[in-house]
């Protein structure tokens, strides 16, 4: 029938259609990644990794808790740390490869053009050499041997596990893991830790603006009198100004690189005459940058001869920040000068020295881009390391990391350290990056020890400052033992013993702030604004005087929300809205208790005003002088510069900048119901999607409190551990979860209880949930 | 009638033998099924050829489109069971929108392939 015939091949039409559709290349893709069953996304779906394995070095078995953090015994520590690895294969793997390829220069050959500007920096600076230099410096070590071991884990997980939704995403395939690879995520740690070109951006300021300027938006210490050590020693060295600067467009590219501002930590430890158990209580939280999975992941390690528990970094096998069964440890950053800048006298293909013209070490690097054409960019290097040339920039980058670093020793003989004389042979391998080292263990001992090697640059013989720009060719500024891309020998490095320590010290705090006041050797640029070490030694002064130290008052205190930035500014503020009419404003801040909770409107005003501030009186002035916003000074300057200081002339009236930028938090903060609907966690995966990021939740804090944490970039205590030495408890939170496998229900099952404070016991014995056994396949 | 033609006679005669025998209609539709979902474990694929097995051997087009309909059920809660069973569901939820559409996918794959009962 003609109607049927007609129907029949418009239904066979759209049949047709159909099956062209599934044709579309894009189409297709897509189904390959959702479809139930063999869709790539789905890799994760159904039991995790469980039963028996071959272990190449012998027995190992895993117990995974109720929060997915693996348990590791094995009586040899080869077996133990290639359990260890392949854990983190699976539980880390795509997080290992983009690590390294950040380091590597090669997250372009996956991402595509968006990240060809971060691989030309990272090659141009030359990790890779870097990371081979480490493992040199540890070669014929049974470091290395063990280390051996962990590497091969984590190719066995790669080669017989599921491949990572990201890996689907992106369409590829992850390489091998390496020793070089571990080194790399070393380096990466460093870097973001003293990755610093602060001394070329004050230059810039002073070339912009005027040397004065530069001196005070960018001082060499911060007027507060709560140093870490109290009492000063010798007098050390004046700054000088900057004679010369790159071009600032060449600074604001290096810039780009630098870690995030605003990184930090809180540590402290209390000896047992203070506590309610009578022994030690050592806290630690680090600020480092927030995200999805994070960038800590939590371990607990056994063998007859260690136990260790707390975190490390993926890619790592040993715990650096923890517990072991007799003591406990943790960091701050100092944050090191450990990076110099050199200018050099150059004809085409040599720099001049002295009376010397020696050849640029040079090479090619190609840069090879997923979807676009790839680049190879000329690599030329000095003896000070490499020679940036980049926006008619000509300097040479000395960086303490460029040479190999023994760090992976000093944190792996942590786990056997017993008492002080353990203590400074294992950390007098800490090479970078320099830290405030906190320490307790039962016997009642507690230490405070800055670690890390620091270079004592000489002019003419001389001990000088390194925040100057050295004149690479007239041999100024030179760090003696040390060669780039080389194993130094340290020689011309301050001595452990010569740097800052104290030795079974009561109590002893640290937020990053001024270590002492008069140090014997140059050792920072600037350490941190002082907000928080005043509010912690304060709370701890009293609670010493109250006698209430125990594990409940210490979590209570790294949960403390009181912004000491916001004491000291706010009677202004509400002085000025008073002034301005902004009834509501001056009435919120007037009655206000400093507390950064969510609940309030205070503390939204007040971040609103503090954002719009910086804004107008650094953020616009710089960026209108062509520098970017990586110049804008730190909150202790945006808070004391006085109102007739030279700035205002450029910036505008102080007074009037200030009213200013309260009406407009008063006109914003309307848009909220408080500050909790401000404020929100904001922890992402580096793909930035939705599905692949934490879901957000109000998050009380800010960057001047205890309990702390940066909304943009997104920065916060990643791990936060308190632990009683007398009564052995351990109580600890991690910032989302341990697994990032998107659909682990570990992946951020310890998000909620880490907004909230609310702590675990980071007990020896799990509840076991899953077990992987190793079973040894030979002697 | 050529010998291609020959055959394409004898092959529809064969699948209308199938489609009135309920018994055989059934075993051949449960076999399809089951291959097809089998096979959609590795590619989706699977799915387009379980459809495909209803709609050749479906008596009508309203059993094709029915049975097209369990089968994308069955699908459904198979997924959904494991991902439960193994404590994912809300980690399979909060992926969004590609959870939505990785459900909906495979009843369009299903009914594209029964939708050859439409033209037979």
Known sequence: MPFSLTRRRLLAGGIAGGLAVLAVPSVREYIDLLAPGSGGVWGDLGPAPSGTIDGPYGDATVRYDEEGVPHIEADDERALQYAHGYVQGYDRLFQLDLFRRQLRGTLSAVAGEVTVESDEFHRRLAFERAAEANAAAISRTETASILEAYVAGINTAKADLTAPIETSLLEYDIDSWTMTDSFLIEKLMAWELTGSFRTLRRAALAETFSPSIADDLYPSRYDHDVPVLPGGRDAIMDRSSPNWSPPPAAVNWLSSFEPPAGQGSNCWVVSGEHTASGGPILANDPHLSLMAPPIWYEVSLETPSFATRGVTFPGTPFVVIGRSRHAAWGFTNVPADVMDFYSFEVDDEAYRIGDDWLAFETDEATISVAGGDDRTIERRFTNHGPFIDRHDAEVAIQWTGFGGTRTIAAIRDMQWVDGHDSLLEAVDQWDLPPQNFVYADIHGNTRYQLIGKIPIRRTDGEAVRGDQLFDGSAGVGRWDGFEPYTVPTWDGFIPLDELPHAVDPAVVSNANQRIVDDPLHYHAEIHATPYRAERLVDRLDAAVADGSIDIESMIALQQDIHDALAEAVSPELAEMADTADLDAVHEALDDWDYQMRTDAWAPLVFELWLDRFRTLAFTDPLEAAGLDDSYVPSDWILANLPADHDWFSTAGDRDALVTEALEWAASEAAEYDDFGSFQQTQIDHPFEVGFLSYPRYPMPGSTHTLKNFRRDPTIGPGWQQVIDLGSEEAYGRLAGGNIGRVLSPHYADQLTAWIEGNYKPLDWSPTETRRLEFRGTSS | ?120
């Open chain 2, 1 to 120: 009638m050529t010998l291609n033609e020959g055959h394409l006679v004898g092959v529809v005669t064969r699948i209308a033998l199938i489609r009135s025998t309920a018994s055989l209609r059934l075993a051949l539709v449960s076999v399809g099924i089951l291959f097809g979902l089998s096979l959609a474990l590795f590619h989706w694929v699977g799915f387009i050829l379980a459809g495909f097995t209803i709609g050749l051997f479906a008596a009508s087009v309203k059993e094709a489109m029915v049975a097209a309909l369990f089968v994308w059920i069955v699908v459904l809660i198979t997924f959904l069971g494991y991902a439960t069973w193994y404590g994912q569901l809300d980690r399979v939820f909060s992926l969004g929108e590609l959870t939505f559409l990785a459900l909906i996918l495979p009843l369009a794959l299903i009914f594209l392939g029964a939708a050859v009962r439409t033209v037979t």
